[in-house]
Structures are given as structure tokens and as C-alpha cells.
């Protein structure tokens, strides 16, 4: 059951566009940061969805941010970033004005 909701999880992310790195605000971040890293560039996010492991996938956390008309999703295992997503919001422009998630 646990395996099906992540591949549930993943796969409505599958319209993203999927990297090794995304811009939060003016800081890039890498596959491989640290959640420690994530916190100093973004701060907190947004929302924090957690996944149990089990015998055949860790335990995951999907971090989710908003800002600069855009949804940031990461996902990391053991602290660390493995997969990066971004999303333009619906009928956002960028450069729209809105604030990073850190008031930059």
C-alpha cells in the first residue's frame, strides 16, 4: 500500500518539469543539498509531506514551496535532495512581482 502512495504521489507530479536543480528566490538548488542548505537559501516550506519507508523505498519527505508565480517541489531521502520540480502557476508572468520565500 505504502509503494502505491508514493507511485501515486510521483506520478501527479508527472506534468512537472523534472531537473537536478531548481531557483528558489536567487539561490540555485542542487540534487544533493542538504535540507540544513534548502532552510538557509528558502526557509521553511510551504508544505512538508512525509512518506514512510518500507522493505523496497526509504522514507521521503516532499518539501513544497511557492513563490515568484511558480510551485517548487523537492524531494529528499536521508536529508538529502534527489529530485527537483518546478511548475508555473495558472496565469502567473514571470518577474510578476511576488516575494522569495525568504523576503528577499
Not at 523496497?56 to 529530485?83: C, Q
Amino acid at each position: 500500500m505504502k509503494r502505491l502512495a508514493l507511485y501515486l504521489v510521483l506520478t501527479a507530479f508527472a506534468a512537472d518539469t523534472f531537473a537536478d536543480s531548481v531557483l528558489l528566490g536567487r539561490e540555485l538548488v542542487d540534487k544533493g543539498h542538504s535540507a540544513e542548505q534548502i532552510r538557509a537559501v528558502a526557509g521553511e516550506p510551504a508544505q512538508l509531506d512525509r512518506i514512510p519507508g518500507d522493505e523496497f523505498s526509504p522514507a521521503m519527505e516532499i518539501w513544497t514551496y511557492r513563490a515568484d508565480g511558480k510551485v517548487v517541489n523537492l524531494w529528499l531521502v536521508d536529508g538529502k535532495v534527489v529530485k527537483a520540480a518546478e511548475e508555473r502557476m495558472a496565469g502567473t508572468v514571470a518577474g510578476s512581482g511576488s516575494r522569495s520565500p525568504h523576503g528577499r
